[in-house]
């Protein structure tokens, strides 16, 4: 569990962290968030992490609320206080805290930042990897812009809930014409029979992961083949291998998709070399 977190300029004991009842991140959704991982101290991909949060923010007509080098500093030192080693943390930046309104709030309103960081296990998530995980499909009810990283996160609440009671870790989303779009806090990948990668393009209907984009270079350094291309629920329970990737569960295998046994119901050869050589692609600052 966190027990420092950074809030608004204070540093401050878990139970006693919290922003304005009137905080439009409470109210209206009106925030962003990036969650990293956190690596033996260090952090993953920060810059890719940081890019994606300041185009979320000019998406919804924000700037940051501090140059991205005291943004780093914030996160430091809530992963110091913490001392987590191995890990993820969690950063939010609202529209401040103003009377309830739907229009924006005088400009001079200081945006809210929220850091939390959250320790992990790394051989519970290698135990998981190793027997993989199954995802249930679902209509995807979210907005039209999930290429913004908002907290507006109640269908992917819904639908991760009704994946869990019925066995599955993630919930994949499928769009009106029957095609995956991502999983419902991660994308969605799967390998064809001739072991070519396939995903969807990061246009407006996904989240352009970051872990996504790493896996795409790291699969040209290792020189596999790999399309964007949307697929369907039916070609993906037919496929050889899939896999989702996210900051939290990096690359990840799928055995299961609905009742259907993907290959041989164990993690497949592509997605397991992803997953071991991950780390080598993405970028590890101190
Ligand atoms: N898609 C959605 C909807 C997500 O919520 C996430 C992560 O939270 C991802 C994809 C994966 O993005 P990343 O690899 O940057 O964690």
């Known amino acids: 569990m966190s027990r420092i977190v950074y809030v608004n300029g204070r540093y401050l004991p878990y139970a006693q962290a ?3 009842v009137e905080d439009r991140g409470n109210q209206l959704a009106d925030a962003v968030y990036e969650v990293c991982e956190i690596k033996g101290g260090r ?5 890719r992490h940081m890019a994606r949060l300041e185009r979320s923010l000019g998406e919804i007509q924000m700037r940051l609320p501090m140059t991205l080098a005291a943004l780093g500093r914030v996160i430091r030192e809530t992963i110091r206080r913490n001392r987590v080693r191995d890990g993820y943390f969690y950063l939010q930046i609202s529209r401040g805290q103003a009377r309830r309104d739907f229009v924006f709030p005088e400009p001079e309103t200081e945006p809210s930042v929220i850091c ?21 499909t679902m209509p995807d009810e979210r907005w039209r812009r999930v290429d913004i990283k908002t907290v507006m996160l109640l269908p992917s609440v819904l639908a991760r809930e009704a994946a869990k009671r019925e066995g599955a ?7 009106g014409d029957g095609y995956v779009t991502e999983g419902a806090t991660s994308n969605a990948w ?9 995903t969807r393009p990061a246009d407006f209907g996904i989240l352009r992961g970051v872990t996504r984009s790493v896996v795409i270079d790291l699969a040209a350094r290792e020189g596999l083949t790999l399309v964007e ?4 629920v039916a070609e993906a329970k037919a496929a050889r291998e899939a896999f989702i990737t996210s900051a939290t569960g990096m690359v990840m295998p799928v055995v299961r998709i609905d009742q259907t046994t993907i290959g041989d119901g164990r993690p497949g050869r592509f ?10 692609q993405a970028e590890l600052a101190v």
């Not at 952090?43 to 810059?47: A, N």
């Open 169 to 175: 870790a993630e919930a994949w989303l499928v769009d």
């Open 18 to 20: 919290g922003v304005h």
């Open 229 to 232: 291309r949307g697929f369907s």
């Open 43 to 47: 952090i993953v991909d920060e810059r």
């Open 190 to 198: 799967i390998v064809d029979d001739k072991g070519t990668l396939i």
């Open 116 to 136: 939390v960081v959250r320790h992990a296990s790394p051989a519970k998530a290698e135990a998981t990897a190793a027997k993989g995980i199954a995802v249930k």
């Open 271 to 280: 997605t397991m070399m992803l997953r071991e050589l991950f780390h080598s």
